[in-house]
Nanobody, 120 residues
Framework: VQLQASGGGLVQAGDSLRLSCAAS????????VAWFRQAPGKEREFVAA??????VYADSVKGRFTISRSNVKNTAYLQMDSLKPEDTAVYFC????????????????WGQGTEVTVSS
């Protein structure tokens, strides 16, 4: 399973951005796919996960971020609205075979990360 994250960039506070996570196989439909982020000097933290039709979000992004997927394109997305400077981080997508998990070690497959910078 190979994952490739893209879509990051430099935006201003209040703007929107959509990240994509393209998978090499039928990962998106068969696996739990999640987004994590890592800010400079901090540990990687959970953002959102989708398992089947169920979704889970970190409290810090609930109501602003939306995780979704396209089984046809084998791609997962993270729509980020009302971005804040504290959302600045490198965003990673991960995949694993079991249910929605918020712990980093639960994910065995990772994309390379895409950088998001939100200016105030």
């Amino acid at each position: 399973v190979q994952l490739q994250a893209s879509g990051g960039g430099l935006v201003q506070a209040g703007d929107s951005l959509r990240l994509s996570c393209a998978a090499s196989s039928r990962t998106v439909s068969s696996y739990t796919v999640a987004w994590f982020r890592q800010a400079p000097g901090k540990e990687r933290e959970f953002v959102a996960a989708m398992s089947g039709s169920s979704t889970v979000y970190a409290d810090s992004v609930k109501g602003r971020f939306t995780i979704s997927r396209s089984n046809v394109k084998n791609t997962a997305y993270l729509q980020m609205d009302s971005l804040k400077p504290e959302d600045t981080a490198v965003y990673f997508c991960g995949a694993q075979l079991f249910g929605a998990e918020v712990r980093v070690p639960a994910y065995g497959y990772w994309g390379q990360g895409t950088e998001v910078t939100v200016s105030s």
